[in-house]
């Protein structure tokens, strides 16, 4: 029972007396609703995590590894959202939205070198999004992720057939996004990928190779169907387009 209640804190903060201070903060002022609820974690949530400016919390928002999570001034983050910041930590960069029940995780184990979640300023993470990122995620300044979008910063290997797929170990190479990009709803990236910048993914596309610069992929597996500098698209044709 030890050994278990040891391995379970171990994998929810840096150290027991961490552990206790994030828990009780949390349970304390977690659930208060409204400006109130807002205000207090605003000032409180200090003491558990780098805050730089006021952010806006709501109430339900669960955080795990807070001393690894750092949001700069304006972020908010939304009713139910949950960031899991082992060792590689989150850092979300000013004016950025992670929307309702939208999860950031990185819940690296393995001593993966590169895990861990950043977004750049003024970019939105839609509502229910899953970012796992064991190989590491970086996104930049104003992204866009469409609800139930799912970057995953990691794969299984399966070569060996004699044994099971789950203990054959991961592969985690990272996943990045260039500034500008709009990923449309359920699109899911995989392990491995670039976008690039001002690059739009259509909603439900499977994106598994990089994407250049202000291009449109869609599909799956996702193709490249337009390079919007060479091929521009006009105004009547974009009111035609279905991407979100």
Known sequence: ?????QLYVSRQATSLPQYVIEQLVQAAIGWVPSLVGIALRGLLYRSILTMEGMAAIEDGVRIRFASNVRLA???YLDHGSYLHACPGGISIGAE???M???ILHVYNFRDLPHSGISIGARSLIGESCILRGQGGISIGDDVYLGTLVQLLAVNHIFADTTRPVSQQGITAQGIGIGDGAWIGSGAIILDGVTIGRNVVVGAGAVVNKDIPDYCVAVGNP????????DNPISRERLAEQAIY
């Open 222 to 229: 996702a193709r490249v169907v337009r390079n919007l500098r």
């Open 1 to 5: 029972m030890r050994e278990q209640l």
């Open 73 to 75: 001034r304006g972020v």
């Open 96 to 98: 950025s939205l992670v």
């Open 100 to 102: 309702k029940n939208a």
